[in-house]
């Protein structure tokens, strides 16, 4: 039998145990991530949860994600792109009428009929405010009228391969608007290539003209525009019993462009506390990512 030098029969030893550390390292992080996951979905209020990062296209947490859920005013996004996309001039001025008022759940809107706004300023309350009337006067005023708008909806939502997802009417109001958290994604990702959405959907507080010498001013749904701690491209926020408190937004987080849906929470906060929940989730992790990446 050959003899090993001693200096060889040191070094493979010596990589043997870096293998070794490497490996337990790596068998370490995968325990603590699972152990983390199975944590963090205790602790949410959602239902459906999702953080997918955009850049590596492979969620970072996931709960109930390819479940089939009702998604309230998350439907305005599509709205939105539809109306972007359609060419239709912004500066239009349409009309609140009779047809805009909701008749199926007797939701409060502070746009009185006769209220007479452009287009993009329907829409810059749509995504900001959430507001129906104007969503639904956006789809009343497309060509062909709101069968014609609805029609665009699913059409649009094929275009992104979101193979789930079916609309009914612009405003989420209808429990038969339904998507899965991996189709609200592609939903985003649309959404973030105009400027104008992105501007909306996360403008903190406007005020609108609405006639006759009067002033409306409207906030934005989501509290969490406001804090100098987010960096929050894309928001939208939807609520109507069967669907729960629901919440998306395009993110960065810890230097990572992350997409985060949240459908079926329990209160208007839990919807906020599940999304810091999830980033302070995407910040502890990083390290260890990092530890066992490296494998040092």
Not at 47 to 56: H, T, W
Not at 145 to 167: C, E, I, Q, T, Y
Not at 232 to 243: C, H, P, Q
Not at 264 to 293: K, T, Y
């Amino acid at each position: 039998m050959p003899v090993i030098p001693a200096f060889l029969s040191r070094f493979f030893s010596r990589a043997l145990l870096c293998l070794g550390i490497s490996g337990l390292l790596a068998t370490a992080s995968s325990v603590h991530a699972q152990s983390g996951s199975a944590a963090m979905e205790a602790a949410l209020r959602a239902e459906v949860a999702l953080v997918y990062d955009l850049e590596s296209g492979a969620p970072v947490f996931e709960k109930n994600s390819d479940e089939l859920r009702p998604i309230a005013s998350i439907t305005k996004l599509m709205t939105a792109l539809v109306v972007i996309e359609s060419g239709q001039p912004m500066d239009e001025v349409l009309t609140i009428t009779s047809d805009d008022i909701d008749r199926m759940r007797h939701s409060r809107s502070r746009l009185a009929v006769g209220t007479r706004l452009t287009r993009g300023e329907m829409l810059h309350l749509a995504l900001m405010s959430s507001e129906n009337r104007a969503a639904n006067a956006l789809g009343r005023h497309y060509p062909g009228g709101l069968p014609a708008f609805v029609r665009a909806m699913n059409d649009k939502a094929r275009a992104l391969g979101m193979r789930h997802s079916r609309f009914v009417e612009p405003t989420g109001l209808s429990s038969e608007n339904v998507a899965t958290s991996h189709d609200l994604v592609k939903l985003l990702r649309a959404t973030d290539k105009h400027p104008r959405i992105r501007f909306y959907a996360t403008d903190d507080t406007e005020v609108f003209n609405v006639g006759r010498g009067r002033q409306l001013t409207y906030n934005n749904t989501n509290r969490l525009v406001r804090r100098n701690d987010w960096d929050i491209r894309v928001s939208k926020t939807g609520f109507i019993n069967e669907a729960g408190q629901c919440l998306v937004m395009l993110t960065r987080i810890d230097e990572r462009d992350l997409a985060i849906v949240l459908l079926n929470a329990d209160g208007r906060a839990s919807r906020l506390g599940d999304a810091n929940r999830l980033r302070q989730m995407v910040e502890s992790s990083a390290p260890a990512l990092a530890l066992a990446s490296s494998g040092s």
